[in-house]
């Protein structure tokens, strides 16, 4: 099972990007309950939970975020989305993807994708 995010990029302050993340190598069945999550880690900072949906949708957001970012998964196609709109500089990281495999509890990581918020 692999972890694929992408959809990171340059933009300057006020704009907007969406990341998207898809498990490969996951059937459905195990995907479905699934919870998942975006994460983000800055240079010299440590990695940190910008927000996570679970396997009944249910969603919830860091501080810093919310109200600009929305989170959204959708099953059928195995993958997880991160709206991102009115963007800051604060906001550059690395964004990674989190998959908690329901029936073992096991994390997955992706290889995360890089956004830079220019001002």
């Known amino acids: 099972v692999q972890l694929q995010a992408s959809g990171g990029g340059l933009v300057q302050a006020g704009g907007s990007l969406r990341l998207s993340c898809t498990a490969s190598?996951?059937?459905?069945?195990?995907?479905?309950?699934?919870?998942m999550a975006w994460y983000r880690q800055a240079p010299g900072r440590q990695r940190e939970l910008v927000a996570q949906?679970?396997?009944?949708?249910?969603?919830n957001y860091a501080v810093f975020v919310k109200g600009r970012f929305t989170i959204s998964r959708d099953n059928a196609r195995k993958k997880m989305y991160l709206q991102m709109n009115s963007l800051e500089p604060e906001d550059t990281a690395v964004y990674y993807c989190?998959?908690?495999?329901?029936?073992?509890?096991?994390?997955?990581w992706g290889q995360g994708t890089l956004v830079t918020v220019s001002s």
């Open positions: 989190n998959l908690v495999r329901n029936r073992d509890r096991t994390q997955l």
């Open positions: 949906v679970t396997s009944d949708r249910s969603t």
């Open positions: 190598g996951m059937i459905t069945s195990e995907f479905n309950p699934s919870d």
